[in-house]
């Protein structure tokens, strides 16, 4: 009878446990030694700091103080990513760093917070490039080049902002584009042959 009851006991401790592991947090917590970011479950709110980065200019030392610990970290020659929990956990932020030093960032906007694509046209006039990712993608790519700046837009709410080291069409076009499999033209994908 002994036995039952601490098998029976047992078994409801796992039980509790499993349901407190289920429940979703409110927050998405990265740590570091100096700083713990805590990112809200609220969409409204301003959780990031990628726009204080400079590219160019910002060292790996200053994404970290910036930022916190990234969730996880990957390598491919020179070139470090470091990805950046968001209030939905199905998207990152990402900054991507060339010789310790920030070559861009992504930054995934929720709100209004980092203003309209109106505000930015206000600030800096008419965009350089307008770019697609796909056809079926109903937001472009509004490149700004001498602000290092473009967003994904439907021309009204922001989605992402991507901060870039400013430079010319050329380069542009040759590196951050090809990179992010951007095109000039909205390409219509071929349906297969019957």
């Given amino acids: ?3 039952v009851f601490l ?8 039980f509790i446990i499993f349901l407190i592991f289920l429940q979703k947090p409110n927050q998405q917590i990265s740590t570091t030694q100096n700083k713990t970011t805590i990112v809200p479950r609220d969409f409204t709110k301003d959780y990031s700091s990628l726009n204080k980065l400079f590219p160019g200019k910002s060292t790996k030392d200053d ?6 610990v990234p969730l ?14 968001t209030p939905n956990r199905d998207f990152q932020n990402i900054v991507v760093l060339k010789n310790n030093v920030e070559f861009y960032s992504i930054e995934n906007i929720f709100d209004s917070y980092r203003g309209t ?7 800096y006039g008419t ?6 990712n796909t056809s079926e993608d109903p937001f472009i790519w509004q490149i700004f080049l001498n602000q290092g700046l473009g967003v994904k ?13 400013p430079q010319t069409e050329e380069e542009f076009l040759l590196t951050l584009a090809k990179k992010l499999n951007l095109s000039k033209e909205n ?8």
């Fill in 117 to 123: 694509y109106e505000n930015f046209q206000t600030a």
């Fill in 153 to 165: 837009t439907n021309n009204k709410d922001i989605i992402k902002i991507l901060y870039f080291i």
């Fill in 127 to 132: 965009p350089d490039l307008t770019l697609y």
């Fill in 72 to 85: 996880s970290t990957t390598t491919n020659g020179n070139e470090t990513t470091l990805y950046y929990p």
């Fill in 187 to 194: 390409i219509t994908p071929e349906a297969p042959l019957p």
């Fill in 1 to 3: 009878m002994k036995k």
């Fill in 7 to 14: 098998i029976a006991g047992f078994i409801i401790l796992v």
């Fill in 63 to 68: 994404v970290l103080r910036i930022n916190g």
